[in-house]
């Protein structure tokens, strides 16, 4: 677990973000991920291969080329990460109210 | 059972937002939060001081079932209305985490229902991030964990 990226480092980045964004719609390769942004295509490499690391894209393997597609399971998990949170307060306070509620009867 | 919390975290912004409506009349709820014994049930943790008053202290403990002290927190009391508001901080001893500010409003609905409307406010928008995470993150650890108990079963 601790070897793995951490996901919200990974969305943390602009670039990174604009990648999953672009992707998110069709699977690209690299070169046309990379022709949409002014930095240098190491970088881009750089960031696909973070993202990849991380599981939040897939890699598939088209003819000579590879390329990326996000992975939407991962990508979910990201959109409900508040989620622990709000169940954490939520079992407090229906705890709470269940207390409460005896503490009325007696 | 329906999830009734709500959390409110705008992007970009230091603070969050959580707020309840309860099934219980507004007395009840405040006593909640000002009774050491109760908050003890609901927090799920040991109240060694709570000062219900302006400048008064408060400290949590929580021990694991050996009694490691697996958490403890603190803070000072800068507000406390009965039935309407308690301001106070609050601090995680032991973490690089710096303390929160949090502001509760308690509001009467009904006779028997009343709301609790609590801000959080960090010292930085990483920082709320941050704390937003960390139940996400010992939860993919929980699950983590059960997963490796259970392979190991396997074996």
């Excluded at chain 2, 302006?54 to 403990?61: A, L």
Aim: contains cysteine.
């Amino acid at each position: 677990m601790n070897l793995r990226r951490d996901v919200f480092q990974a969305i943390a980045d602009p670039t990174r973000r604009a990648i999953l964004l672009l992707v998110a719609s069709q699977s690209m390769t690299a070169g046309a991920i990379a022709a949409n942004f002014d930095t240098a295509r190491p970088t881009v490499s750089k960031h696909l291969q973070i993202l990849t690391e991380c599981e939040l894209l897939t890699q598939e393997q088209s003819g000579r080329e590879i390329s990326y597609h996000t992975n939407a399971k991962k990508m979910k998990a990201i959109a409900d990460f508040i989620e622990p949170f709000r169940n954490m307060w939520d079992d407090r306070f229906n705890k709470l109210e269940t207390i409460m509620k005896k503490y009325k009867r007696k | 059972m329906e999830r009734k919390t709500k959390i409110h975290a705008e992007d970009g912004k230091p603070d969050l937002l959580i707020t309840r409506e309860f099934d219980l009349p507004l007395d009840l709820l405040f006593k909640a939060h000002a009774e050491p014994e109760l908050v003890e049930q609901w927090m799920g943790t040991k109240v060694l001081k709570l000062e219900t008053k302006k400048h008064g202290g408060w400290q949590f403990e929580t021990s694991d079932p050996k009694g490691n002290v697996v958490f403890r927190a603190n803070g000072v009391i800068h507000e406390f209305v009965p039935n309407r508001k308690i301001i106070r901080t609050f601090e995680m001893e032991n973490t690089p985490f710096d303390v929160q500010l949090e502001f509760l409003e308690f509001e009467q609905l009904t006779d028997d229902t009343s709301k609790l409307t609590m801000q959080i406010v960090y010292k930085s928008v990483a920082l709320r991030d941050e704390m937003l995470k960390l139940p996400f993150a010992y939860g993919l650890n929980m699950a983590h964990n059960r997963l490796q108990d259970f392979v190991q079963k396997l074996k």
